[in-house]
């Protein structure tokens, strides 16, 4: 007698966003499937809001408004919603729905173990289906470490690390320069060790 098939349960968009409007936790859908998002670190959460605080004058300077994990991002329609840590949006579009971002300008995950490589990969590879996305930052929160993904003119994604003491992320159609010893501030994540050659 062979094993019975697991079953998944799936779910409408309808009825996804109306297990979000009455659920505390939040979930990502996609294709139908609905998952559960853990709760974050305190490191995590101290190198969010530091990543804020040196976005927030830039952006309004040029329009655009800054989100947190707690606003939902549909990065494709009635097929993948998910809510990234840092989000930004220069789009008016985006000012009419008090839950959805359509046209982020900017996506930034802090990586956590059990996330990570989905970020890099799988996630990663739909957010670079969005038009309007031409950052993407993904923050270690075990080393002083901000993986840079920036598309150019040409579409095509340009990558830099920025690592240690002397690192700033500097985005500056958005505003922003931000030493990485400031948005590591007060957390007890410790800067990249470069081990000697020998």
């Not at 220069?90 to 982020?104: E, K, N, T």
């Not at 950052?135 to 840079?148: G, K, N, R, T």
């Not at 500056?172 to 400031?182: A, F, K």
Request: hydrophobic fraction near 40%; charged fraction near 25%.
């Amino acid at each position: 007698m062979g094993q019975a098939e697991v079953q998944t349960r799936r779910y409408t968009p309808a009825e996804y966003f109306a297990l979000e409007a009455q659920s505390e936790m939040r979930h990502e859908y996609f294709e139908g499937e609905v998952f559960a998002m853990a709760g974050a670190s305190k490191p995590h959460n101290l190198i969010k809001g530091n990543l804020i605080a040196g976005l927030r004058a830039g952006i309004r300077q040029r329009g655009c408004r800054l989100f947190d994990e707690n606003v939902r991002l549909e990065v494709k329609e009635n097929n993948y919603y998910t809510y990234p840590d840092v989000l930004v949006s220069c789009d008016p579009a985006d000012y009419h729905d008090p839950y959805l971002v359509r046209q982020p300008v900017l996506i930034a995950e802090i990586l956590s173990p059990s996330t990570a490589e989905y970020d890099r990969t799988t996630k990663f590879e739909h957010y670079q289906k969005l038009p309007s996305l031409r950052h993407y930052l993904l923050i270690s929160q075990s080393a002083w470490i901000v993986e840079w993904f920036r598309r150019d003119e040409a579409g095509q994604w340009i990558y830099t690390l920025l690592t240690g003491l002397d690192g700033v992320l500097k985005i500056l159609d958005l505003g922003l320069v931000l030493p990485l010893r400031e948005l590591y501030d007060d957390t007890d994540v410790a800067p990249l060790r470069v081990l000697p050659v020998s």
